[in-house]
């Protein structure tokens, strides 16, 4: 894929099962698409006039690229080839095989316009994303949570991911490398998926740094199975993100059907205290630095842990719905969107293409 990527100047864009395959720093892997992407990601499946599909399931498809793109396909199941969206060429073929024949055959290009583009909107988004890592705003933000993360989880570390803001929040801020490993409830997106999935990594993986995130709402589902982990004395990290509502349906609720608020809302919890009497050794952490001292202290434990991270209200960047480029759209709705996601120092991929073509 990269080898792939680097001769024809070609971004690359996953889907959101694949991070973590391709290092997160190739500076031409834009991250994925849809709504748990990242900016550049989700923006230039409508930039583009070529796609080179390999293997894709993704359900959302159809909404998420350039409709009148080009489309070549290759997957290993014929059954795929035009079922999530149109193909022109469809190729029945193993993907490193194919992409390696590809490779062969084909000549080098120069950077395009758009390939430079795609990279500076990277850097733009990646910079973003950074100049958040040491906020002290209270309740504390996502960013400076996963820079912690990022620093004292083991280079062969397991996450098992619940369903909600947490995809959203770990696809787009865990910078996975090493031997880690992680994995979702992708197509179901069943709530509540994590305790239980940190049970078969502990059991796959004994001798690895296992953590299970959460939101509270996904936490309280299946909250029990930290039993399990008591009684076979499993030592996972299990972290549970309490902003107090269903969030990912908060923001749909809001984004996509503008309804009043409903049903979302949850009820401030003590997770520490519900872990303790399950038998964990528990921690209710409010900033970055009782994060990182919750995370050393639960090194020298082999007992389950559970930390609830006090965590902030505000959604997610949007990525579905996004107000940033004023060659299109009101100015109005940009002031609010940038004002609501501190997106002050963000451009739109159409800025960086301009520049780039200049
Ligand atoms: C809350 C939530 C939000 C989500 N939002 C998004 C989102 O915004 N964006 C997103 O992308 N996903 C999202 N997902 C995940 C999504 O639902 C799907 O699970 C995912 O997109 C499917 O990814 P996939 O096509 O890579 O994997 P799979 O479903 O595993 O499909 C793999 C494909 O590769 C083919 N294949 C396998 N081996 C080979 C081979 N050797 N050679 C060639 N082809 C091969 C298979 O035939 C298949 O077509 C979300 C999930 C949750 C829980
Ligand atoms: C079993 C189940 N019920 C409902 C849903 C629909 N759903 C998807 S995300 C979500 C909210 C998740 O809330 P929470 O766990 O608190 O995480 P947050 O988004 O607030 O971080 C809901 C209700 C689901 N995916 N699975
Ligand atoms: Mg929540």
């Known amino acids: 894929m990269k080898a792939a990527s680097e001769k024809f100047k070609m971004p690359l864009v996953s889907s959101v099962l694949v991070e ?11 991250g994925s698409t849809g709504r748990v992407a990242p900016k550049p990601g989700a923006e230039i499946g409508f930039s583009t006039d070529l796609i080179i ?12 690229f350039n409709k009148k793109a080009k489309v070549i396909q290759i997957d290993v199941n014929s059954e795929k080839f035009g079922k999530r969206h149109h193909t022109d060429v469809a190729m029945l073929a193993d993907a490193k095989k194919a992409l390696a024949a590809l490779v062969d055959a084909g000549e080098a290009r120069d950077a395009s316009a758009f390939y430079n583009a795609a990279l500076a909107d990277k850097k733009n988004w990646d910079d973003w994303q950074a100049s958040f890592k040491d906020s002290t705003e209270s309740p504390v933000r996502p960013e400076p949570i996963f820079d912690v993360l990022n620093q004292e989880a083991a280079d062969n570390a397991v996450f098992a ?4 803001n947490v995809n959203i929040d770990f696809e787009r801020l865990l910078k996975m490398h090493g031997d880690q490993k992680w994995c979702t409830s992708g197509i179901y997106a069943t709530m509540g998926w994590a305790v239980p999935a940190s049970l078969s990594a502990k059991t796959n993986f004994p001798d690895r740094e296992v953590y299970s995130l959460s939101g509270d709402g996904g936490f309280a589902m299946l909250s029990e199975e930290l039993l399990t982990q008591v009684k076979y004395n499993m030592h996972v990290v299990n972290i549970v993100f309490s902003n107090e509502t269903l969030g990912f349906i908060e923001a749909e609720q809001r984004d996509d059907s503008h309804q009043p608020q409903s049903g979302t809302d949850l009820i401030a919890t003590d997770w520490a205290k519900v872990g303790e009497g399950y038998g964990a050794v528990t921690f209710t952490v409010k900033t970055k630095a009782e994060f990182k001292q919750a995370l050393e202290d639960a090194k020298k434990t082999d007992k389950p842990v559970l930390i609830d991270v006090k965590y902030t209200h505000k959604m997610p960047f949007t990525t579905e719905h996004m107000f940033i480029d ?3 759209q009101d100015q109005g709705q940009i002031d609010e969107f940038v004002k609501t996601y501190d997106a002050q120092d963000l451009k739109p991929f159409s800025y960086f293409l301009k520049q780039a073509q200049a």
């Open 20 to 30: 973590g395959i391709l290092e997160d720093n190739y500076p031409a892997y834009l």
């Open 53 to 64: 599909w390999v293997g894709n399931n993704v359900p959302f498809s159809i909404f998420l």
């Open 161 to 164: 991911i619940d369903v909600g």
């Open 326 to 328: 004023p060659s299109w």
